[in-house]
Structures are given as structure tokens and as C-alpha cells.
């Protein structure tokens, strides 16, 4: 069992990155921060115990994958890379701003987004493809990506996949 200042540390984690989606939408006037505050416990988690990145390396193989299916939860990713002290409240402010790093989706402009991610289900088949060339993804997925037809035809296979290495956690 994890210690109760692990367990306080994980919701005090949560609640930031909540309050920092719903601000960097708010500021933007658009975006979907109810989606990112879905995740924010799991992204907590996942990224306090879990996720292994050199931030100052993108590059550097050993680094984990996370690709976010549903592209709209990027305020919650953006929340994410100023917990981790990579960009400034200032620049989450500036989320869907002309010009500004932060779009309405993740996108390649990051040197931690591998992939742009906006129709939904566009990173499942993504996630796959990284999973079964050796590495280990974590594709967050909403409900509705998993009924998307597109998903499933661009998987490798055709199908849902069912390789063990292809770890995608649904909410």
C-alpha cells in the first residue's frame, strides 16, 4: 500500500492539473477542459509513478511514449509539461493563441508530443504502432475513440488490438 503523503502528493497532483486545464482553456475562451479533468487522476498517476522521461533529451530512446488519442484533453498534456517544469504558467496561459507552442491539439511543435493527435481515435492506432515497434505507450483514450471506425481500420492489424504490449487505459 502506498503511504498516505504518496496518496496526498497523488490528489494534490490531480487538483493542479484540473485547475491549470480548466485556467488555460478559460484564458484561451475555448477548449475542452472537462476532458482533461476526466484524466487528471490517472495522468497523476501515471506520470508520478509510472511515466520514465528526460525532458531535456526528447529524443533519448529510453524515454516513455504518452500519446493522447482524444487531442482535445491537451490542456490536461499542457498541465502536465508545467508540473514537470518545462514550460512557464506563463506559456499555459497562452494555450490557443496565435503563434503560441500550446494549439488546441498536442502537435510535433513540442519536443515531447511524438504525434498530432486531433480526429478522435487518431492516437490509438499511433499508440499500437509505437507499442509493437518495442516500446511502451500509454494511449489515453475517451469512450467515444474506441467506437470510431477509423481507429480500428488503421491499427496494424485491422482489428482491436489485443498485444500485450499495447497497454491503452480507457475512462
Excluded at 511514449?65 to 512557464?88: D, E, N, T
Aim: aromatic share 8%.
Amino acid at each position: 500500500m502506498m503511504p498516505d503523503r504518496d496518496l496526498q502528493y497523488l490528489a494534490e497532483l490531480a487538483a493542479q492539473l484540473r485547475v491549470d486545464s480548466v485556467r488555460a482553456a478559460a484564458e484561451a475562451g475555448s477548449g475542452h477542459p472537462t476532458s482533461s479533468m476526466s484524466a487528471a487522476d490517472l495522468m497523476a498517476v501515471l506520470f508520478a509513478c509510472h511515466l520514465r522521461y528526460d525532458f531535456e533529451h526528447p529524443e533519448h530512446p529510453a524515454n516513455d511514449h504518452l500519446i493522447f488519442s482524444k487531442g482535445h484533453a491537451s490542456p490536461l498534456l499542457y498541465s502536465l509539461y508545467k508540473a514537470a517544469g518545462v514550460i512557464s504558467d506563463e506559456e499555459l496561459l497562452s494555450f490557443r493563441r496565435r503563434g503560441s507552442r500550446l494549439e488546441g491539439h498536442p502537435t510535433p511543435r513540442l519536443p515531447w508530443v511524438d504525434v498530432a493527435t486531433g480526429s478522435l481515435g487518431q492516437g490509438l492506432p499511433v499508440g499500437v504502432g509505437v507499442a509493437m515497434a518495442g516500446r511502451w505507450s500509454g494511449c489515453r483514450t475517451a469512450c467515444g475513440c474506441c467506437a470510431v471506425t477509423a481507429s480500428w481500420r488503421k491499427a496494424p492489424s485491422g482489428r482491436r488490438p489485443s498485444t500485450p504490449a499495447a497497454r491503452a487505459w480507457r475512462t
